[in-house]
């Protein structure tokens, strides 16, 4: 009997060691669900903030008198020279290099209906020019010189930096300048020094980048839509 009176007791005790493992694991994956779902819902916040602070950038942009002016005159300026056969030149680095060849793309193809083609260049979409240009001459070089040699007097060259300080477009801008071209450039809140090297200024109300390039592509279609409507009486 004693022997036997052991041999239960053991078995109780591994049998509780058992229950108290099983409810350590479930009060363990409880906490890491609980967890997982409050990762879940600050996701959602974040999302919503994300959301409002570019709604609250537009707002400001939409109330700046200033700023609703300087695409209207951007806007006529674009007619003109298309209208007269000359084109535009677009360029940018990294995020604004991408919205350089999409508003490109909007002239080129269409931005709402069918209608003959726009002429419009991006300027960072030929990989060997841009290289070449960069080794021999250094980066700075790499817009410039493509004004040199593709722009001419009538012609719009679009500049976008949200810094308004980019070396490479400033300097391209100010080439233009001196070439005879409409030199335009899209920037955030300061304008930067970009600001007094062009003709036309559109300086965003942030001096937040994400925020800024929100607004450039949207100031694109803007320009792209009143562009296509007033010179195809649409």
């Known amino acids: 009997m004693p022997a036997r009176r052991q041999f239960v007791i053991v078995s109780v005790t591994w049998h509780s060691i058992d229950e108290k493992l099983a409810r350590q694991n479930v009060e363990r994956t409880w906490h890491e669900n609980k967890r997982c779902m409050m990762h879940i819902d600050d996701f959602e916040q974040r999302v919503s903030r994300s959301i409002q602070a570019s709604i609250a950038t537009k707002e400001l942009l939409l109330r700046s008198a200033e700023v609703i002016s300087t ?19 677009l ?20 931005f709402v209906f069918d209608r003959p083609a726009l002429p419009a260049l991006a300027l ?93 592509i949207v100031v694109g279609h803007v320009i792209s839509e009143l562009v296509e409507q007033t010179i195809f009486h649409e």
């Open 91 to 110: 360029f940018g680095n990294g995020g604004s290099a991408a919205d350089a060849q999409h508003i490109a793309a909007e002239f080129v193809g269409r």
């Open 124 to 216: 960072s979409v030929n990989t060997s020019c841009v290289t070449a240009i960069g080794n021999d001459y250094g980066f700075d070089a790499v817009f410039s010189r493509q004004i040199e040699a593709l722009g001419r007097p009538g012609d719009v060259a679009i500049g976008i930096s949200t810094s308004g300080n980019s070396p490479n477009v400033l300097r391209a801008l100010s080439v233009a300048r001196k070439m005879g071209l409409c030199a335009v450039a899209l920037t955030g809140c300061t304008g930067g020094k970009l600001t007094d090297a062009v003709d036309h200024c559109i300086c965003i109300p942030s001096n937040e980048t994400p925020r800024i390039q929100e607004c450039h």
């Open 71 to 89: 695409i209207a005159r951007v806007s006529k300026a674009l007619v003109s020279a298309l209208k007269q056969g000359n084109k535009v030149l």
